[in-house]
């Protein structure tokens, strides 16, 4: 019997496909023109010891002008999916470009990039075959988060690197417009915690140093995720300013939590407002179950050194997204995605619509044996946080087939503008990016 993680639709397809004209339910927005690209776990020998840790695959559909193109799914050929290479060389130094790519899929400065926080990017083509390793033009000597953050007023990529066997375990790094790697910056921290996301604001940068720790006993084991709960690790918030890289960072203290995910930071006078998805502990004797996470909002007071704590909904959801134009700046809006089997009382999946300034809240359920992933936030027109469309995957139970859903972000409860039917199951995973054309 195979673990949850490789069963259902967390289990891996088995094989690449390329298919044209795609079936339309409704009708797609004519002004989107582009990719929809969708990272995730996908073991190419159906095998792996953690859902986090299987090989990545991109699957992306084509769309243009009202029309679905075509669907592709590409393995991310790293040196872990070719050679077998397992993160470290003969003389004990870190290989970077070891690794399995299966998080995020971004693109900066015309680079289309599969992430994943342990190694390199790896670059692929607009078809989603593999180029190789990127690292900036040998400039980057850490692995990269899969959560960097691109500033809308300055194109700048904020993003870190964390290490887990010698300091300095964390490293802040900057890169231009173009992609010149401009910035990077150690940070001191007390233990290798697991860092996997952060925040970023017009003038700020926040770190979450968070008690999930890394394990060597666990490591060596082969036990899954080599990180354990720590009651000993203080919770806590970095915040550096922007106007000052190599300055010292304010650590404010926070209750004991785990955050995966942030889904927006903003400037205020004299403080910085987070919103979080927020889990009350992590991996305290394993790392098979992940409990579930709630929307909060911390208060970061710059003056007094407090963070007020508030809990906004207590519907468990995950992968947070807003429209990207208006990352580190206050965006009124904010999508996350319940997993229907994730919920206390069970239930359909659904896409929850957060007005952050209000606190109303729009959900558009997908019925029962329906479930959808990420949701990502697709422009309508040039005006940031206005008009625009969410669109996910959404697996199907009684198919056992999975579409790709389009919404209108600004009447969630309405039924879908598009469906558009794919020629395969797309299996549960991480994180991903509406590329257009323009």
């Not at 375990?169 to 010149?180: I, Q, S, V």
């Not at 926070?254 to 502990?281: K, Q, T, W």
């Not at 469309?389 to 969630?412: H, K, N, P």
Request: with cysteine.
């Amino acid at each position: 019997m195979s673990p949850p993680h490789l069963a259902g639709n967390y289990a891996p397809v088995p094989n690449e496909m390329t298919a044209q004209d795609l079936s339309v339910t409704g009708r797609i927005p004519a002004e989107l023109s582009g990719w929809y690209l969708r990272n995730g776990p996908n073991p190419h020998d159906a095998a792996s010891s953690h859902w986090f840790l299987g090989d990545g695959m991109v699957h992306g559909v084509r769309l243009e002008r009202g029309r679905a193109v075509s669907y592709r799914n590409r393995w991310v050929r790293t040196t872990t999916f070719t050679d077998g290479a397992r993160g470290y060389q003969s003389d004990g130094t870190r290989d970077l470009t070891a690794g399995v790519a299966n998080t995020h899929v971004v693109r900066h400065a015309g680079h289309t990039l599969a992430l994943v926080e342990s190694s390199y990017p790896y670059e692929l083509t607009a078809e989603l075959d593999t180029i190789g390793p990127y690292d900036f033009d040998g400039a980057l000597r850490t692995a990269m988060t899969a959560h960097p953050k691109t500033c809308p007023r300055t194109g700048e990529l904020h993003f870190f690197g964390y290490d887990v066997v010698q300091p300095p375990f964390l490293t802040y790094h900057r890169a231009d417009a173009a992609g010149e790697l401009l910035l990077s910056r150690p940070i001191d921290v007390p233990a290798a915690t697991m860092h996997h996301d952060f925040a970023l604001t017009a003038d700020h940068v926040v770190f979450m140093d968070l008690p999930v720790v890394f394990d060597l006993e666990v490591a060596m084991s082969g036990g899954g995720m080599p990180f354990r709960w720590s009651d000993d690790h203080q919770a806590r918030l970095g915040v550096l300013r922007r106007d000052d890289p190599h300055g010292a960072i304010a650590w404010f203290p926070i209750a004991p939590c785990y955050v995966f995910h942030s889904l927006n930071a903003y400037d205020e006078p004299g403080r910085i407002i987070l919103h979080v998805m927020r889990y009350p502990d992590l991996w305290r004797t394993g790392s098979d179950i992940i409990p579930g996470a709630t929307l909060w909002r911390w208060t970061i007071d710059l003056t007094t050194g407090a963070v007020r704590e508030d809990q906004l909904d207590d519907r468990f959801a995950e992968f947070p997204r807003i429209d990207d134009r208006l990352t580190g700046l206050d965006s009124r809006f904010g999508h996350a995605t319940v997993s229907g089997d994730s919920q206390p009382n069970g239930g359909g999946g659904a896409l929850v619509r957060y007005d952050l300034h209000t606190g109303g809240r729009t959900t558009h359920d997908f019925g029962a044996g329906r479930v959808p992933a990420e949701a990502v936030f697709a422009p309508a027109n040039e005006n940031p946080g206005g008009e625009g469309y969410l669109m996910t995957y959404v697996y199907d139970a009684a198919s056992d087939g999975s579409d790709l859903v389009i919404l209108d972000a600004t009447d969630l409860a309405a039924k879908p503008l598009a469906t558009v039917h794919l020629p395969r199951r797309v299996p549960f995973g991480f994180h991903g990016s509406w590329l257009p054309d323009h």
